[in-house]
Structure formats: structure tokens, C-alpha cells
């Protein structure tokens, strides 16, 4: 397979940068890689206006950091100020401690941040970086532009269009599957599948996060049972909704689901978000108490993303400790973030709590989780995302690759021992 054929989508490019030099060699590294249509900028605010005049947002935006008028920095603020929502490879020959500063901007921005390059760009390196993390496809319609409000979602509850989806979690010492978590999706008529980071917002401007909460642990532990019937014996973790946490019946309400369709209690495990009991309120304090006396397991989701982590550690008796992605993917590249990673794992482990990394999506996030300790992980390496009625079947060929994880663990574990 040539280079161009690989990228037979990659039709459009805006290269924004200040150097005329560098900006020509980025627009024939993009020919050559089969973009047709090339699109120039000088600096952000020349690129904003051009991004303006177009009918079609181009497939890939390449960045430079260093610009007058407006850097890279700002124009990704401006991006996100402006609701523009294209994918952004930055480029830059600055010091790679600072690229990856500027890349986590761009994510908590909520931006589409492709990739961190060094200049001068390299074909090959372009080329794996595309082929590897481009979101192929990604010029879609926004959730905004297609005209769905608090009317449709409700509609969307009510007829059944809010479907749960499960993603694996292997242990990472044996790669066994031991659960899933839930998440949830709106299956649209006319659009499709619609997935949450779309949809979630509006749910929670509209007051409906309970009722959909609700209704995706209802459908988890009713998929749950079924599992178990065919001999599948499954944690399922579903993200429990903070304006939940409000509510003292809480703990009955699930118990009553919990009990309805005859599931353990202890292999539910309700993920809560460390911003959900941040305040000093008694009411969620007290919710949570009574969920783990019934038995439920408590996780607290995205450790490490709020200021307030280990206060909600030492006050609440989770029972699971999950750590963010973004202090997962890629660690072994970035000393400070495997640090963070390290020192997460080993909390778990002086708690006497269960470790879940989330974010795993390739053999050296594996193998440096099976290094550090890590109890379970989940990611694309694992497996994306499926319906309930597809999880049996992975789970198949799934046990045929347990094998080739262990494998890449053990030629990694040998490895380290002949350097050392």
C-alpha cells in the first residue's frame, strides 16, 4: 500500500505557520500523502478568518506554536470560543515537555488534538502519526446543527432510543475479562448512533441526567443477568449522575433495580465522579454511605483530573480507585505522567482498593501497567465499546488473544531484565 492510499480521505489541509519555508514543506508532505485541496495561513487569526469563508471545514488542521498575531496556543482557544471543530495536529520545534503542556490544553479545551510533532515534519512520521491517531471521517455534522433539543432526548427515553454499550475490563495480569463498564448511547433514527459526549450535556441543562441514569442501570443489570445465565460473571460499573447523589432514596431505588433482577450487589460497581461530592454536604455523603453498606462498590472516576482527590479518598469508602486516561496513555513516554500513574496504583494498593486504568489503547500503556501493578485495565487495545448482544462473541476471541498479551508482557519483563 503506497503512502497517498492509505489517507484516501485526508482530502483537505489547512496549514497554519508563520515560516513561508516551513509552510511549504508541511503542504507537500500533505500531497504527497493525497490531500487535494491545501489551504495556508501566516498565523491564527489569518486562519480563523479563512476557516470563515469556507463552505467545508478541512479534514486536518496543521499548527505551528510559534506565530506572531496569534500563537498556537490562542488559536486554539479561539477554536474552541468559536465552536470550530476540526481535528489540529500541532507542529513545532519547541522542547517536547512544552508541546505536550500545549496538548493537554487542547484537550481540556475539548479539542480534537491529533498528534505532537517536532519540526521539521518527516514524511514517515507524518504518515504513521495519520494512519495511527486521524479521525478518519471526522468532518461531521456537529450535534448543534442537527436541530435536537430537550424534546428529542425525552422523546428518545421514552421510545427506547437510549441504549447501553459496554466496554471490557481485563485483569492485567492474566488479561481475563473480569467486567464491563456501561455507557450510554443514542441510537437516532435518522442520524444514528449519537454518542454521549454529544448528548450528556443536554441531558443535564434539561434536568434528565436521573431518568437516563436510571434507565441505563436498569437495562446494564438486566443484560447482566443474562450474562450470567450463560455463565459470564461480570462486574458492570455504571456512572451514577451527581444530581443522584442528592436524593436520599437513592440507595433503596437501586437496591429495588439491583433486587429486581437478581444481581449481586457486590458485583455492581457505581462510578462517581470525585467534582460530584466535592462540597461538604451530608445528604451525598450519606447516599454513598448506605450504597456501600448494601454492598455496592464505589469507584471515584477520573482520579487525578480534580484538586480535591485525596480528600474524597480519605472520606468516602470507595472501594476502586480508576484512573484518568490522560494520565495513562502514552505514560511511558512522559516521565510526569508516569509518576502520576505510579503514585495512583500504588494509593490503591496501600488502601487495599482495586486499581482500573482507563485509556489503554496500545502494548506499552499494557506493559506498563502489568509493571506498576495495576489490578485492571480497559481501552481500544482491549476493546471499543460494543452492544450487550455483541459481548459474548468478542469475549470468544478474546480468549484466543489472552496469549499474545501475556506475551508481550513476558518479552518485556525479559527485556528489562537483560538491561538491567
Same mark, same amino acid.
Given at each position: !500500500?503506497?503512502?497517498?492510499?492509505?489517507?484516501?480521505? *485526508?482530502?483537505?489541509?489547512?496549514?497554519?505557520?508563520?515560516?513561508?519555508?516551513?509552510?511549504?514543506?508541511?503542504?507537500?508532505?500533505?500531497?504527497?500523502?493525497?490531500?487535494?485541496?491545501?489551504?495556508?495561513?501566516? $498565523?491564527?487569526?489569518?486562519?480563523?478568518?479563512?476557516?470563515?469563508?469556507?463552505?467545508?471545514?478541512?479534514?486536518?488542521?496543521?499548527?505551528?506554536? #510559534? !506565530?506572531?498575531?496569534?500563537?498556537?496556543?490562542?488559536?486554539?482557544?479561539?477554536?474552541?470560543?468559536?465552536? /470550530?471543530?476540526l481535528p489540529v495536529l500541532?507542529?513545532?520545534?519547541?522542547?517536547?515537555?512544552?508541546?505536550?503542556? /500545549?496538548?493537554?490544553?487542547?484537550?481540556?479545551?475539548?479539542?480534537?488534538?491529533?498528534?505532537?510533532?517536532?519540526? @521539521?515534519?518527516? &514524511?514517515?512520521?507524518?504518515?504513521?502519526?495519520?494512519?495511527?491517531?486521524?479521525?478518519?471521517?471526522?468532518?461531521?455534522?456537529?450535534?448543534?446543527?442537527?436541530?435536537?433539543?430537550?424534546?428529542?432526548?425525552?422523546?428518545?427515553?421514552? $421510545?427506547?432510543?437510549?441504549?447501553?454499550?459496554?466496554?471490557?475490563?481485563?485483569?492485567?495480569?492474566?488479561?481475563?475479562?473480569?467486567?464491563? =463498564?456501561?455507557?450510554?448511547?443514542?441510537?437516532?433514527?435518522?442520524?444514528?448512533?449519537? @454518542?454521549?459526549?454529544?448528548?450528556?450535556? *443536554?441531558?443535564?441543562?434539561?434536568?434528565? !441526567?436521573?431518568?437516563?441514569?436510571?434507565?441505563?442501570?436498569?437495562?446494564?443489570?438486566?443484560?447482566?443477568?443474562?450474562?450470567?445465565?450463560?455463565?459470564?460473571? *461480570?462486574?458492570?460499573?455504571? $456512572?451514577?449522575?451527581?444530581?443522584? *447523589?442528592?436524593?436520599?432514596? &437513592?440507595?433503596?431505588?437501586?437496591?429495588?433495580?439491583?433486587?429486581?433482577?437478581?444481581?449481586?450487589a457486590a458485583q455492581l460497581?457505581? =462510578?462517581?465522579?470525585?467534582?460530584?461530592?466535592?462540597?461538604?454536604?451530608?445528604?451525598?455523603?450519606?447516599?454513598?454511605?448506605?450504597?456501600?453498606?448494601?454492598?455496592?462498590?464505589?469507584?471515584?472516576?477520573?482520579?487525578?483530573?480534580?484538586?480535591?482527590? &485525596?480528600?474524597? !479518598?480519605?472520606?468516602?469508602?470507595?472501594? #476502586?480507585?480508576?484512573?484518568?486516561?490522560?494520565?495513562?496513555?502514552?505514560?511511558?513516554?512522559?516521565?510526569?505522567? #508516569?509518576?502520576?500513574?505510579?503514585?495512583?496504583?500504588?494509593?490503591?494498593?496501600?488502601?487495599?482498593?482495586?486499581?482500573?486504568?482507563?485509556?489503554? =489503547?496500545?502494548? =506499552?500503556?499494557?506493559?506498563?501497567?502489568?509493571?506498576?501493578?495495576?489490578?485492571?485495565?480497559?481501552?481500544?487495545?482491549?476493546?471499543? @465499546?460494543?452492544?450487550?448482544?455483541?459481548?459474548?462473541?468478542?469475549?470468544?476471541?478474546?480468549?484466543?488473544?489472552?496469549?499474545? &498479551?501475556?506475551?508481550?508482557? #513476558?518479552?518485556?519483563?525479559?527485556?528489562?531484565?537483560?538491561?538491567?
Amino acid at each position: !500500500m503506497t503512502v497517498t492510499a492509505a489517507f484516501g480521505r *485526508l482530502e483537505s489541509v489547512l496549514v497554519v505557520d508563520d515560516s513561508v519555508v516551513q509552510r511549504a514543506h508541511a503542504v507537500a508532505l500533505c500531497r504527497a500523502l493525497g490531500a487535494r485541496t491545501l489551504h495556508e495561513a501566516g $498565523n491564527g487569526r489569518e486562519a480563523l478568518a479563512l476557516l470563515a469563508g469556507l463552505e467545508r471545514l478541512p479534514d486536518l488542521m496543521i499548527l505551528d506554536l #510559534e !506565530m506572531p498575531t496569534m500563537d498556537g496556543s490562542q488559536t486554539l482557544e479561539a477554536l474552541r470560543n468559536q465552536s /470550530i471543530d476540526l481535528p489540529v495536529l500541532l507542529a513545532s520545534s519547541r522542547e517536547i515537555p512544552l508541546l505536550d503542556m /500545549i496538548r493537554d490544553i487542547g484537550g481540556v479545551l475539548g479539542l480534537r488534538i491529533v498528534d505532537v510533532l517536532q519540526k @521539521p515534519l518527516v &514524511l514517515e512520521v507524518l504518515s504513521a502519526s495519520l494512519r495511527d491517531k486521524w479521525p478518519r471521517g471526522a468532518s461531521k455534522a456537529s450535534f448543534a446543527t442537527l436541530g435536537l433539543g430537550a424534546a428529542d432526548l425525552t422523546a428518545a427515553l421514552e $421510545n427506547g432510543q437510549i441504549e447501553a454499550h459496554y466496554q471490557p475490563k481485563v485483569a492485567v495480569k492474566t488479561a481475563a475479562m473480569v467486567g464491563v =463498564e456501561t455507557l450510554a448511547r443514542w441510537r437516532h433514527p435518522v442520524h444514528g448512533l449519537i @454518542p454521549p459526549s454529544e448528548f450528556i450535556p *443536554l441531558a443535564e441543562r434539561a434536568g434528565l !441526567m436521573d431518568a437516563l441514569t436510571l434507565r441505563i442501570l436498569s437495562e446494564a443489570l438486566l443484560q447482566g443477568a443474562d450474562w450470567q445465565a450463560h455463565g459470564l460473571h *461480570l462486574s458492570i460499573a455504571v $456512572n451514577i449522575s451527581p444530581t443522584l *447523589l442528592t436524593r436520599p432514596s &437513592l440507595p433503596d431505588e437501586i437496591t429495588e433495580i439491583q433486587q429486581s433482577f437478581d444481581f449481586p450487589a457486590a458485583q455492581l460497581m457505581l =462510578e462517581i465522579t470525585e467534582s460530584s461530592v466535592i462540597s461538604n454536604d451530608s445528604v451525598p455523603l450519606g447516599v454513598l454511605a448506605r450504597l456501600r453498606i448494601k454492598g455496592f462498590g464505589l469507584s471515584i472516576d477520573d482520579y487525578g483530573t480534580g484538586f480535591s482527590s &485525596l480528600q474524597q !479518598m480519605a472520606r468516602i469508602p470507595f472501594s #476502586e480507585l480508576k484512573v484518568d486516561r490522560s494520565f495513562v496513555h502514552e505514560a511511558h513516554l512522559r516521565a510526569n505522567r #508516569e509518576v502520576i500513574l505510579r503514585s495512583a496504583l500504588e494509593l490503591a494498593s496501600r488502601l487495599g482498593i482495586k486499581s482500573v486504568a482507563e485509556g489503554v =489503547e496500545t502494548l =506499552e500503556d499494557w506493559r506498563l501497567l502489568q509493571k506498576l501493578g495495576c489490578d485492571t485495565a480497559q481501552g481500544y487495545l482491549i476493546a471499543k @465499546p460494543m452492544p450487550g448482544s455483541e459481548l459474548r462473541e468478542w469475549h470468544k476471541g478474546h480468549k484466543l488473544r489472552k496469549p499474545e &498479551l501475556a506475551a508481550a508482557v #513476558e518479552s518485556s519483563n525479559a527485556a528489562r531484565q537483560g538491561t538491567a
